[in-house]
Nanobody, 121 residues
């Protein structure tokens, strides 16, 4: 049903910037929240940032002040602006959404396929 399509990953130098995008498509009645997680090689997946459809945000301490999450609710798209990137930001970044497929349909969770961000000189 619902799919998440991510884009924007790539190779960037330390101190550089990248902007990730994630668009949700399919049968969506409403979206509760969309967010970004990341997983570095050999490490657990961790929360990066989340935004609800009323604008509440939450960030990992390691990215506060450097990353900004935003949404375009009309397009069901979430963005992650990443500035002042560090080598430790290197990871596969996964988009996530919590949504309702229909009225009174409860909430479901879907993950994107992931996009690789590499920060290296």
């Amino acid at each position: 049903q619902v799919q998440l399509v991510e884009s924007g990953g790539g190779l960037v130098q330390p101190g550089g910037s990248l902007r990730l995008s994630c668009a949700a498509s399919g049968s969506i009645f409403s979206i509760y929240a969309m967010g970004w997680y990341r997983q570095a090689p050999g490490k657990q997946r961790e929360l990066v940032a989340v935004i609800t459809n009323i604008g509440r945000t939450n960030y990992a301490d390691s990215v506060k002040g450097r990353f900004t999450i935003s949404r375009d609710n009309a397009k069901n798209t979430v963005y992650l602006q990443m500035d002042s990137l560090k080598p430790e930001d290197t990871a596969v970044y996964y988009c996530n959404t919590n949504y309702s497929p229909r009225l009174d349909g409860g909430y479901l969770e879907v993950w994107g396929q992931g996009t690789l961000v590499t920060v290296s000189s």
